[in-house]
Structures are given as structure tokens and as C-alpha cells.
């Protein structure tokens, strides 16, 4: 298999794989609204912030800057006092890299 696709390369032509990743073109660009599928904060949506298509040195593989909220504030009614109006008024945001698989 390997020598096939050495093969493949000295010839100037491109894999199957690697026409499909040309033909998908890049979707997740800075702004979108994505959903975290693996880890702590799975199920919770972010907003794609960077994206590093190529990877890194640390990281090399596609993944992305994403920021979310981790918990959001709860319900506050007049009866409550004003320290735990400000207790449940507090936003947990989250900040992370994330491999491309690893969010929709």
C-alpha cells in the first residue's frame, strides 16, 4: 500500500483521499457557530475564533481557537438577596483548541 502511493506521488498524481479533502473545501472559518462533540465541554456550542487549517508545531493536525460559555447564568427573582443575584448572575466562559473531528 505504501509503495502504491509512493508511487502515486513520484507520478505527479494526487490519491482519492486526497482529491476528497481538496473537493470539501474549508467550512469552518472564523465566526461560525459550532457544536463541541468530545471532552469536558461536549454538547456546548462556540464560536470559532482562529483556525489553524495546516496545524502547528504543538498540534499538527487541522484544529481551531473556539470560545464558548461553560455556564450560563440562572434565573434571578426580586425575593433574592443582592450576593446571590450576583452569584447567579455570573457567565463561566471557556476558551480551547479543538481538533477539527472533534466539533460540527
Known sequence: KELAQDHIRQRGQ???F?????????FIKAG???VMLQG????????VVKTFDDGSKSR???????????RAPLKVTRR??????????????FVKYCNF???M
Do not use: Q, W
Open 14 to 16: 494526487r490519491s482519492c
Open 60 to 70: 499538527p493536525f487541522g484544529h481551531a481557537l473556539v470560545a464558548g460559555v461553560d
Open 80 to 93: 433574592m438577596s443582592k450576593k446571590k443575584i450576583t452569584k447567579r448572575s455570573k457567565v463561566k466562559p
Open 18 to 26: 486526497e482529491l476528497l479533502l481538496a473537493d470539501m473545501g474549508k
Open 40 to 47: 469536558r465541554y461536549a454538547g456546548k456550542k462556540a464560536i
Open 101 to 103: 473531528n472533534h466539533i
Open 32 to 34: 461560525r457557530v459550532v
